[in-house]
Nanobody, 115 residues
Framework: QVQLVESGGGLVQPGGSLRLSCAAS????????MGWYRQVPGKQRELVTS???????NYADSVKGRFTISRDNAKNTVYLQMNNLKPEDTAVYYC?????????WGQGTQVTVSS
């Protein structure tokens, strides 16, 4: 059994910062790509960013220059540093991991950007 547990969401004012974490645990033999999606009610889940096991990253155009993904392979954890947050970043953020040839998801964490 593999689990992904997220933490770090919350309420922040426009221009503020948040850091999300997502830790994988359980019977893990290999982890390839990890990343983050977000979803707003009534819209499809969209890919925000991803990172390979080797550290190559990919970002949605809407977050480039503001968000940074990183991972600690020793801790099986992926992080999302979000700076200069905007109201349109408000969403539920879901982490994922391609673990042991399957994709697993975190439970989701709410990020709200509002004054």
């Amino acid at each position: 059994q593999v689990q992904l547990v997220e933490s770090g969401g919350g309420l922040v004012q426009p221009g503020g910062s948040l850091r999300l974490s997502c830790a994988a645990s359980g019977s893990i033999f290999s982890i390839n790509a990890m990343g983050w999606y977000r979803q707003v009610p009534g819209k499809q889940r969209e890919l925000v960013t991803s990172i390979t096991s080797g550290g190559s990253t990919n970002y949605a155009d809407s977050v480039k220059g503001r968000f940074t993904i990183s991972r600690d392979n020793a801790k099986n954890t992926v992080y999302l540093q979000m700076n200069n947050l905007k109201p349109e970043d408000t969403a539920v953020y879901y982490c994922y991991g391609n673990i042991n040839t399957m994709r697993y998801w975190g439970q989701g964490t709410q990020v709200t950007v509002s004054s």
